[in-house]
């Protein structure tokens, strides 16, 4: 039946132009290295291919959801029955609009976007340079490290949104610590952000850059397949007065190094679930809840997670 529709799909997408895969294994396009193949990878070029996907998908009753640089996500092993819509083309360009002020497409991949801006000779950007994934992906949940986010820089967001265009000022958008309206809402398409950073000196840029970069390095599991921080840090302090961290807490319930088949709780950054090769999505979900339940069980703290599922699991 599926087989069907998706046949039908297909010729409305190709009378339209709109660029499409069938049949892909996404566990290449996720840093966890895990997910199975989806039937139908659509990836519109321009504002308009979006517009038209958009008809297309309300004459279907399939479901269909982004993905981005998959570097926040744990997608199920399954074949999916959905839609996977990945931005492509004009998505994936920046420009300077005027001095300082830069327009970056949702699907610009954000390491490289940032460090080639900082090393024009702005500042303020460098923070991003270290975090995988697209830009996109990085605006819907407001990502940040080493004390910024990146709604600190931006000015505007552009979106679709019920088939219309949207250009919503920082000011009209809800956003705080690893959240925005976007993700709750879960019915936008981000499709690229107008964004701002001083003039700096190139010296001192080039040393934050490597600054952050070895920070990182010494902080993460290095070359490991992983999603990041696999829980949100919980709101409070901790018994020493300092900022509640999920890392202690994992660390404090005892189980740093936990595997489960091929995927492990890191030993080194335990907030973190590396997949040591060959794991499965149900692996690492299997770490995901014993870390809530020997957390509650140990210090009666819900820990909410920060990667998000794709698919059953
Ligand atoms: C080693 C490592 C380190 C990391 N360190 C950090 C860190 O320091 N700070 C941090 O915040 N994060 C970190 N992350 C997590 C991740 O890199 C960020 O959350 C990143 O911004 C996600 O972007 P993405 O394109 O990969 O999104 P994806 O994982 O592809 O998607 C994440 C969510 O965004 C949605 N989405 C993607 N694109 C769009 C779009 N155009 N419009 C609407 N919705 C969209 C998806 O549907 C999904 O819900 C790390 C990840 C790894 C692997």
């Known amino acids: 039946m599926l087989d069907k529709i998706f046949g039908e799909y297909k ?52 479901p269909y959801k982004i993905l981005g640089g998959g570097s926040n996500l744990l997608i199920s092993d399954e074949p999916n029955d959905f839609v996977v819509l990945r931005l492509s083309g004009m998505f994936k360009e920046f ?17 490289p976007t940032f460090k080639k801006i900082s090393l024009l000779g702005y500042t303020g950007l460098e923070f991003l ?30 979106f679709i949104r019920d088939g219309k ?31 701002f950073a001083k003039k700096g000196n190139l010296e001192e840029i080039e040393n934050s850059l490597n600054d952050k970069r070895e920070k990182r390095n010494s902080s993460q599991p290095e070359n490991k397949k992983s999603a990041g921080s696999v829980f949100k840090n919980p709101k409070g302090l901790d018994d020493n007065g300092l ?28 907030n973190f679930i590396v997949n040591l090769g060959g794991a499965k ?11 809530q339940d020997k957390v509650f069980q140990k210090s009666k703290i819900i820990l909410e ?8 699991i």
């Not at 996404?26 to 199975?36: E, Q």
């Not at 190094?257 to 080194?268: F, H, T, V």
């Open 305 to 312: 997670k920060e990667i998000e599922y794709f698919g059953q």
């Open 11 to 62: 010729i409305q997408l190709s009378e339209k132009k709109i660029p499409f895969r069938e049949n892909l294994l996404l566990a290449p396009l996720s840093s966890f290295k895990i997910g199975g193949v989806s039937p139908l990878v659509v990836e519109p070029e321009s504002n308009e291919q979006i517009f038209e996907f958009l008809e297309i998908q309300k004459k279907f009753s399939i």
């Open 165 to 195: 265009f949207y250009s919503k000022k920082k000011e009209e958008i809800e956003f705080g610590y690893r959240f925005t309206e976007f993700l709750r809402d879960k019915n936008s398409i981000i499709t690229g952000i107008k964004i």
């Open 281 to 291: 999505a149900s692996d690492v979900n299997y770490l995901v809840s014993t870390i």
């Open 129 to 158: 340079s270290t975090i995988p994934g697209w830009v996109g992906g990085a605006v819907i949940q407001n990502a940040g490290c080493y004390g910024g986010e990146i709604f600190n820089q931006i000015l505007e967001v552009d």
């Open 95 to 111: 420009s300077e609009n005027s001095e300082g002020i830069f327009y970056v497409g949702a699907a610009t991949n954000t390491t």
């Open 243 to 270: 900022p509640m961290k999920s890392w202690k807490l994992i660390d404090k319930s005892g189980l740093r190094g936990l595997m489960k088949n091929k995927a492990q709780i890191s030993p080194a950054h335990c």
